[in-house]
């Protein structure tokens, strides 16, 4: 038995995190050295991604899966360095732009959403279908750190 509320005695098969980039930072290295985690999935909210971290903390990271929209970790980079040029890097008003962006193509594709029940788009801020009360649902990307590069998870 551990002795702390909340840590199990035995293996852990996953671990969800939401933490900042810098809390995270500090809580991984952690996780890597202790034996319950070692050979725990582990997962992060979009609220730990930042885009523009360096080497060394994307190195630091390895394995580590989170979900976030596509234009913020590259997936989209046309748009990300038209809204990114627009917005100076301020990553709030870059989600603005997505969702914006987002909008408009599914304006663009009224009709199809409407008359095919799994149309979907690909947008800047995920794969955007609706359902038969035409409510937009959003499918998130998921990323991985892997060697130091942010590769999507298959």
């Given at each position: 038995?551990?002795?702390?509320?909340?840590?199990p005695?035995?293996?852990?098969?996953?671990?969800y995190?939401?933490?900042?980039q810098?809390?995270?930072?500090?809580?991984?290295?952690?996780?890597?050295?202790s034996?319950?985690?070692r050979?725990?999935?582990?997962?992060?909210s979009?609220?730990?991604?930042?885009a523009?971290?360096?080497?060394?903390?994307?190195?630091?990271?390895?394995?580590?899966?989170?979900?976030?929209i596509?234009?913020?970790?590259?997936?989209?980079p046309?748009l990300?360095?038209?809204?990114?040029?627009?917005?100076?890097?301020?990553?709030?008003?870059?989600?603005?732009?997505?969702m914006g962006?987002?909008?408009?193509?599914?304006a663009?594709?009224?009709?199809?959403?409407?008359?095919?029940?799994?149309?979907?788009?690909?947008?800047?801020?995920?794969?955007?279908?609706?359902?038969?009360?035409?409510?937009?649902?959003?499918?998130?990307?998921?990323?991985?750190?892997?060697?130091?590069?942010?590769v999507?998870?298959?």
């Open positions: 038995e551990s002795g702390v509320t909340g840590v005695a035995g293996p852990v098969d996953a671990i995190i939401i933490a900042t810098q809390e995270l930072a500090l809580i991984k290295p952690m996780l890597d050295i034996k319950a985690s050979s725990a999935s582990i997962y992060a979009s609220r730990s991604y930042q523009g971290a360096g080497p060394d903390f994307r190195f630091e990271m390895e394995g580590v899966q989170f979900s976030e596509p234009m913020l970790v590259g997936l989209s046309a990300a360095q038209e809204g990114g040029a627009k917005y100076n890097g301020d990553y709030s008003q870059f989600r603005l732009y997505g962006a987002d909008a408009w193509e599914l663009s594709h009224f009709s199809e959403i409407r008359q095919l029940p799994d149309f979907q788009v690909t947008g800047a801020t995920g794969i955007l279908s609706a359902d038969n009360n035409c409510v937009i649902n959003r499918q998130l990307p998921w990323i991985q750190y892997r060697q130091g590069q942010l999507p998870v298959k």
